[in-house]
């Protein structure tokens, strides 16, 4: 059963406008596939981080070729690693701890996120959404 915008919405907790514009922060297909509703559901992740919606959509098309690495298989790691740097704030992905480990001992104040945390989340509520979707259209 296919997930539309306003199941993503229901599920997110915000409009099916905020599911349009994060879709298209994040150049995903407006018809929503299981991509696009896995972006949709990491940019819900990052909000219960305290992101909001326009700039975890924003983070997230940034990083989306990391978030679908992470997607592929659950051995997959990524992370997103914020720090300033000459006055700027700058974001930096890592595939490998040894990546990671670098970028933190040359910036030891930066904050990290694993993606393939919120990644695994967000696959996890996806799929229970196609669940539930399915068990309504069976009932």
Known sequence: MNINQMDLAAACGVSQSNISEWLQTMHASHRVDDEAALLALTVAQLRLHGFTGPVAARLVGEMRK??????????????????????????????????????????????????????????????????????????
């Open 66 to 139: 990391y978030i679908e690495f992470a997607a592929i298989k659950t051995s997959n790691q990524a992370w997103a690693a914020f720090f300033d740097f000459e006055g700027r704030q700058h974001c930096v992905a890592a595939v490998s701890t040894t990546n990671l480990a670098a970028i933190m001992a040359s910036k030891p104040v930066c904050l990290v996120i694993a993606l393939h945390e919120l990644v695994a989340r967000a696959a996890e509520r996806l799929e229970e959404l196609k669940a539930t979707k399915q068990e309504a259209a069976n009932a």
